[in-house]
């Protein structure tokens, strides 16, 4: 099992960064493929980004391709998410989650250990 806390977020300008951590508990971190969701007010929860064990294999949303840039660092047990140009269309809590599958996967259902969330606000 494994523990997610995520952290990061908070009020930025469209236009501006942020960059969510999510740090994970327990020593099989490397076992484990990782990917960002995130859900706006209102909205099912969405997809965002994925990374593999290694880390060699990433996968992104279309809406978010190219502003932001999953990574992970096994030694350290925490996965990153670099978020540029943001617009309000980004604001929602997003999510960090823990999947056990040697594949990347993009949806919740695949996804068995979440974090609590970390609220991101993009300001217009």
Not at 9 to 34: D, P
Not at 40 to 49: M, W
Not at 69 to 87: C, E, F, G, H, Q
Request: proline share 3%; net charge positive; charged share 15%.
């Amino acid at each position: 099992q494994v523990q997610l806390v995520e952290s990061g977020g908070g009020l930025v300008q469209a236009g501006g960064s942020l960059r969510l951590s999510c740090a994970a508990s327990g020593r099989t971190f490397s076992y484990y493929g990782m990917g960002w969701f995130r859900q706006a007010p209102g909205k099912e929860r969405e997809f965002v980004a994925a990374i593999s064990r290694s880390g060699d294999s990433t996968y992104y949303a279309d809406s978010v391709k190219g502003r932001f840039a999953i990574s992970r660092d096994n030694a350290k047990n925490t996965v990153y998410l670099p978020m540029s140009s943001l617009t309000p269309e980004d604001t929602a809590v997003y999510y960090c989650a823990a999947q056990r599958n040697p594949y990347l996967a993009t949806s919740s259902a695949m996804y068995e250990f979440w974090g609590q969330g970390t609220q991101v606000t993009v300001s217009s």
